[in-house]
């Protein structure tokens, strides 16, 4: 299979760790494996991934799924999909596909953040025969799609052109496609895994999936079985839905009381957080839901509270059951408001807790006063092995790749693949290919964030020492904070004449925002990146051109000491053990975010970056164990980071000397 292999691979050579790599993917394609793979960044695992997964989907009749975390980390993927298809000359179908709302040409704002709302929306159109996107077929736009492999946005573009619904024809064609590039979701979400195999006549078996930016995953399942309620939310559609639906505002007014009461008990206890049973809520619900009325059921309460804000969006035909028409007349006089627009948001946010209230999945529900003003209650999943277990187990084959997969063992276990006893499953580490004096990496001594240790003169001196650094190097660096917060207070201390070349990351950045941004870097050759650890802009942002010749890691973003962190350390504790406990829970989550920030300076073999880790802390135990192998660091004092800086970028070729 190797030289079939070699003639599907697009480059002339192949690099150091890549070979290993490919023949690695190439034997988990034919026995049926799993492989979880720490690849650092520079082997080139996309191609070396998808090459011999493409030759063996088309040999064996089966699909190739490439599941990426972000939108941006699509482009990578079809790139190098066109290259295999233009290098080889293959008749190579391949589809690209974001989310349905994120596609849909006719998706108002509101749909794209709900879901749910967005679907019920959609199901109605089609139903109804108004959607004329869905009801249009184009061949020769299918054509064209099956035979010119396009970013999603391109595709959006040209079915919008068209006025054919891009959603359901990249399904369409993704029922002879030989990739499928798309978001977690589409094997990893209950709901929308089984009808997207459905369409496009598939089961797990057919499959072959490549998992990209897989350190991702446990969090990304946890936030999709997980949801949040805040109890202004509860008041506000009660309010709201009054002059619309007496009776259910009576509920929603009796279930704020029964929380608000919950409220004082933990009040009265001191407690910032509390636990709640999942007993407690529904319980307390059908007794208010028998006294009413109109006698309904929990899920009967939940279903109404979405169709309410279906017909407040239009989509329902008439006024709806229970729904008084003068109310809802008024509201659907002014569409668009921001009034009904906020009612709808509350009523779906409402539905959305209720529903992923009631699951059985093991689940952390907790009533949180940390925002003293806003109490919310939460539901949280424990285990994302829940999700991730059964489609491992059924798919064909599966690749599980990331530059930060460390440790592999970890990610077995918390995505329950180290329990699959009826496939094989390969735990590896490769070693980075970049040449030892390509990139140094330094650890402070003096500096902290650790919380004992925060003070004023702290963030002076982590002040003073970045505006030093940044007088010594040459070319564009970024400095990654653990919170917001921190780059705040961090940044004021910075010298003025070092400040002027600063450029922030905002939390409430857009996309747009985050682009303009970036775009400013890269046409800045002195400018200077504050961002935040575990941010867009420190995981799956491509610096291109090894523009970022200095990497700053300020401290470790470790997670406050919350009931949430304390009970996964504690599952993983009764699973594995205390010592193992904490690192799944509490280490490692944080050693990860470090990891990605570090690695955005590097991106090839060719590229060079001095990576200075700001906090005492790497250099000690646990922390230092938690990094890999080759995370090679000299620990020295703060004075002497700016001669290393120096002594760095002075070792340069000649031709990289002047960044």
Known sequence: MNAKVSSFFPFHSVREGQREFMADVEHALVAGEILLAHAPTGIGKTVAALAPAIQYAIENEKTVFFLTPKRSQHKIAIDTLRLIKEHGGLDLTVVDITSKQSMCPRAVSLYREFYSLFNEFCRNEQRSRRCWYYMNH???????????IMHVEELC??????????????LEVGKDADAIVCDYNYLFSRDIAEKVLEKIGRSLDELILIVDEAHNLPDRIRRNLSSELR??????????????DREMYHNLSQLEMTLSKLVMSAVESRREEMMVDRDFLMGELEKILRQRIEVMSYEEFSDRIRSIADTLAGAGAGAGAGIEADGIGLLRSTPGTKERETLQRNLISIADFLDAWRTEDKCLRILSLRAVDNPTLSVKLLDPSVLSEPVFRKAHASIIMSGTLYPVEMYADVLGISRIETRGVKLRKYRSPFPRENRLIVVTRGLTTRYTERNEAMYMRIGEEIGEVAENVRGCMAVFFPSYALLKSILAYLPPRIRMRVRVERREMGKADRNRLYEQLRNDDAGILFAVQGGSFSEGMDYESNILKTIIVVGLPLSPPTLEVKMIQGYYAGKYGTNTGRLYGYLYPAITKVLQAAGRGI??????CIIILMDYRFAQFPYKRCLPPDFDMIFTDKEKVADLCRQFFNSAPSHLRSG
């Open 603 to 608: 991106r090839s073999e060719h590229d060079r």
């Open 157 to 170: 573009e040209w079915c919008r052109e068209r006025q054919i619904c891009p959603y359901k024809t990249a």
């Open 231 to 244: 109890l202004k939310t509860i008041s506000e559609a009660a309010r709201g839905i009054r002059s619309i």
């Open 138 to 148: 184009d061949a020769d736009a299918m054509l064209r799609i099956r035979s010119e």
